[in-house]
């Protein structure tokens, strides 16, 4: 195949998604000339998703072709390495994004910081409980960050989305009305935190009779009118539901669409280019510098652009296979533990609690993604886990994300599968129903992995990335203990019935979980246990930063999205502060 | 009405399979005294249109070889289509039906439907060429989405689904006023057909306007 070679660029971003944007946006507004790449189609939020036909659920939720179309490209998964990896055929536990805006424009807007403990659980755990509390196999490791030090990039990602909340901690002050466990922030949120529903509230009485202290969970869905820092205007969300797997008609869902990419298509120095598939970093003849990136177009036409930095800002999967179809970084080996990239893959654990009313009634269809009642508890460090044996630990929540009828009508256990019993069921209880949720942590361990599939190949001929993930006992053994205590704040609300759902004992990639994968090309101060430094840079190629969920080395509880945007601040600082002024390794 | 007639229309299904998935739907969500079934609310005209999309040839799943079995916990690894699955599954469990009872699936009473219709979801059937809970698990997944999506996809027909479940369709724009008011919302629910037909309102956003039910469900 000829190769077309472009001019060349100060900056080629691959990706569009929420950490493509904000990097392209830094970057320009730093005077680079920057190009951002995306596979996806080209979006006008104004036009293609307007009311009433986005409140269309078979359509987005069943669906949807903003979601990776994996005629093209999927993984392969198994659950360990006796197993043959077979492609995921249809999407079911997560749902990457393809299109501008990425993954976050159908995000349902949680957004939440990790916890101090968090970038330090190695060594903060291994300080309290000793060496030997990890699981032998565990690999979780500390960010080489600490919360201190992000914090103002999280403010940062918190002004551009809105997000609203209120302070739990200002400046080590614990504020009542908030999280009390979260670590200190420097200021208030943007915007007041969301009204707690009736069915929040239900949850907020239990909980706080047990003992918890609830709070609105952080969102990034406008509680008023918001004109963000790019001085982007973001309206209130007016609650329809129809939001997680969904894009907001109204705008008031902060994501790439609606947030950021307004103000960057203003700039004369930034160019978007969509349907535009990178498949390859090139570097020079050392392999230590990156020349740019090459795509191909919706054409089928291979490109070479040239850039003087390549940023990789794509899902967790694509971020790691990037780097392995390009020869950058040591591929990682289970067998011997050497090797870096797709090491510490991992991905989050959830529960549900599903709990139900005969004297009450709810209006399940008001609500959003993003709003719920929570507890944090039994997350990070709060909790004494000498006794538990486990590492980790969850943020439990009541949810009111907006009911769609053909997947959110639980019935109580025992209730027939279909027929008439079941109808009568689904009939009684779609509006007489809660949920407890959890969302748990999830460590990373030396046998969950990402690399390229021997077998399977993608539209361009090229290998597949292989998952090699199930759940691991430490896993299981908090999510049983979760579940107790799930169970007491249900019974608190004096019910007529509740049921847990059952701890699973293998990983499927059958039913959603999250999109919530993380890993694969991890941050750290040690080349030999990370594929960038602290500031998302290659340990191999200083002039290429791989930035999002990639870089988590384990997953905290909280959704990832919050975490990963503050990190595209942070990386872009980092760009603008350090490399620019002297370009290479900046460790 | 031109348009009545549109709804007995089928691009992909064939006769002896309009029959059986008639039948089927049916047993699967029946008519009782809370209102019409499977049949009715014409999850067979859904199925049918749901057929003729992209969907009914996996047209976004991978669909490269090889093809192996794995374990459940890999998913689906069948290298049928749905269409397929809908065209073989129905033909083998008549000729099962006619075996066994002498007569085709939509003949056979109620109880005995059922009876097949649980035996294939246990995987109870040994069909030539599928596996019997694959085609339930399709079936049942179909008809569930063709009971309670939008009327616009052919099913739900009078919003009985929706009607069932008291969920009100297109969001109101009065929703933001009711996130904490625990005093339930009742309303006629709204489709996005309805709007298309005009037989509902919207506001300047377009968001539906509600006409609000008595507290009894009655208008």
């Not at chain 1, 309290?128 to 690999?139: A, H, I, L, M, S």
């Not at chain 1, 040239?306 to 790691?320: D, E, R, S």
């Not at chain 1, 289970?334 to 139900?356: A, L, M, W």
């Not at chain 1, 599939?453 to 053994?477: I, S």
Request: some cysteine; hydrophobic content about 35%.
């Amino acid at each position: 195949m000829t190769t077309t070679k472009l001019k060349p660029v100060d900056a080629v971003v691959v990706g569009s998604g929420v950490v493509g944007s904000i990097m392209s946006m830094e970057l320009a507004n730093a005077g680079l000339k920057v190009l951002c790449l995306e596979r996806g189609r080209m979006i006008d939020p104004q036009t293609d998703f307007v009311m009433p036909y986005v409140n269309d659920e078979l359509k987005y939720d069943r669906h949807s072709d903003i979601f990776q179309n994996l005629s093209r490209e999927t993984i392969t998964f198994r659950n360990n390495a006796r197993q043959t990896a077979l492609p995921m055929r249809e999407l079911g536990s997560f749902k990457p994004g393809e299109m501008v805006g990425g993954t976050a424009a159908h995000w349902g807007g949680n957004a939440r910081r990790f916890l101090p403990h968090d970038f330090e659980i190695r060594s903060k755990v291994t300080e309290r409980y000793g060496k030997n509390f990890f699981p032998e196999d565990c690999t979780a490791q500390d960010w080489g960050v600490t919360y201190e030090e992000f914090e103002p990039y999280y403010d940062q990602f918190e002004h551009i989305y809105g997000v609203s909340g209120k302070a739990g901690n200002l400046n080590g002050e614990i504020q009542s009305g908030g999280n009390p466990h979260e670590g200190p922030r420097s200021r208030e949120f943007p915007n007041p935190p969301t009204r707690p529903t009736p069915q929040g509230q239900l949850f907020a009485k239990a909980a706080t009779e047990l003992g918890y202290t609830p709070f609105q969970g952080p969102a990034a869905a406008m509680t008023q009118d918001y004109n963000n820092l790019y001085k982007v205007m973001l309206l209130e969300c007016q609650h329809g539901g129809f939001c997680s797997s969904h894009v907001c008609s109204q705008g008031a869902k902060a994501n790439p669409l609606t947030a950021v990419l307004p103000a960057l298509y203003k700039k004369d120095n930034f160019e978007l280019r969509p349907l535009c598939n990178v498949i390859k970093v090139n570097t020079d003849s050392t392999g230590k510098q990156a020349t740019g990136v090459t795509y191909i177009d919706a054409r089928g036409r291979e490109v070479e652009q040239p850039a003087g930095i390549v940023v990789l800002a794509t899902y967790c999967f694509n971020n790691t296979r990037l780097l392995l179809l390009s020869g950058i970084g040591k591929p990682y080996d289970p067998q011997t533990g050497r090797g870096v990239v797709g090491r510490n893959y991992s991905y989050q654990v959830g529960g549900r609690v599903h709990v139900f009313f005969d004297d009450r009634e709810f209006n399940p269809f008001i609500g959003g993604g993003q709003v719920n009642t929570s507890i944090d508890e039994l997350n990070g460090d709060v909790i004494d886990r000498a006794q538990l044996g486990f590492v980790g630990g969850a943020y439990i929540n009541c949810p009111s994300a907006g009911a769609s009828p053909i997947k959110s009508k639980p019935v109580p256990h025992g209730t027939p599968r279909w027929g008439a019993e079941w109808k009568k069921a689904v009939a009684h209880n779609y509006r007489r129903t809660l949920g407890v949720h959890i969302h748990g942590s999830c460590m990373s361990y030396r046998q969950h992995y990402l690399d390229l599939d021997p077998t399977y190949r993608d539209a361009n001929g090229l290998p597949l990335l292989r998952m090699t993930f199930d759940w691991h006992k430490n896993e299981q053994k908090m999510l049983a203990w979760m579940y107790e205590r799930c169970v007491e704040i249900a019974k608190a609300m004096k019910p007529a019935k509740y049921h847990a759902h059952a701890i699973p004992l293998k990983y499927s990639i059958i039913p959603y979980q999250s999109t919530h994968n993380i890993g694969g090309a991890v941050m750290g101060t040690d080349p030999s246990t990370s594929v960038v430094n602290r500031y998302l840079q290659s340990w191999d190629v200083p002039n290429l930063f791989v930035v999002g969920g990639s870089a988590f080395p384990q997953n905290p509880a909280q959704g990832p999205t919050g975490t990963i945007g503050m990190l595209a601040c942070w990386a872009a600082d980092g760009i603008k502060e350090i490399y620019i002024p002297k370009p290479g390794p900046m460790v | 009405m031109a348009e009545s007639a549109l709804l007995h229309a089928y691009g992909y299904l064939i006769q002896p399979e309009v029959r059986f998935l008639d039948a089927a739907v049916e047993r699967l969500i029946p008519t009782d005294d809370l209102g019409p079934g499977g049949r009715d609310a014409g999850v067979t005209c859904y199925i049918d249109r749901h057929l003729c999309s992209a969907w009914g040839t996996h047209g976004r799943n991978y669909r490269s070889g090889p093809w192996l079995e794995g374990v459940p916990e890999q998913g689906f690894q069948s290298r049928l289509t749905p269409q397929e699955i809908y065209r073989i599954g129905i033909q083998e469990i008549n000729a099962f039906c006619r075996a066994r009872y002498e007569q085709f699936f939509e003949n056979l009473p109620a109880p005995r439907q059922d009876e097949v219709l649980k035996a294939l979801e246990q995987d109870k059937v040994e069909l030539p060429s599928l596996s019997s809970k694959l085609f339930f698990d399709l079936l049942w997944r179909n008809t569930e989405e063709g009971y309670f999506a939008d009327p616009m996809y052919g099913g739900n027909r009078g919003k009985v689904g929706w009607k069932l479940l008291g969920f009100p369709g297109v969001a109101s724009g009065a929703y933001n006023a009711h996130l904490d008011n625990p005093a339930p919302y009742r309303a006629e629910p709204v489709s996005i057909l309805d709007i298309q037909l005009k037989q509902a309102q919207v506001d300047a956003q377009g968001f539906a306007k509600h006409i609000m039910l008595k507290q009894d469900g009655g208008k």
